[in-house]
């Protein structure tokens, strides 16, 4: 009795990983989540503004033809 109960576990094994490599195999892994998750950042878009009067260390170039 005690052989027939160790091969029927051992059966009952042998068909609860036959059957759940099967389900993997049909619906896919478990998605692993990604590790690197994106932290919430504040970014502050400044805008520079421009000068009203000309500049005077800028240099203008005219071409003639």
């Known amino acids: 009795m005690e052989l ?3 091969i029927l576990k051992v059966l009952g094994y042998a ?3 036959f059957f759940v490599s099967v ?3 049909l619906g896919g892994g478990v998605p692993i989540p990604r590790s ?3 932290e ?3 970014e502050m878009k400044i805008e520079m503004a421009e000068p009203k009067e000309p500049d005077s260390n800028t240099l203008k170039l005219e071409f003639k033809q």
Do not use: C, E, M
């Open 40 to 42: 919430d950042l504040i």
């Open 36 to 38: 690197t998750r994106k």
């Open 23 to 25: 389900a993997v195999s």
């Open 4 to 6: 027939f109960k160790k």
């Open 15 to 17: 068909l609860f990983i």
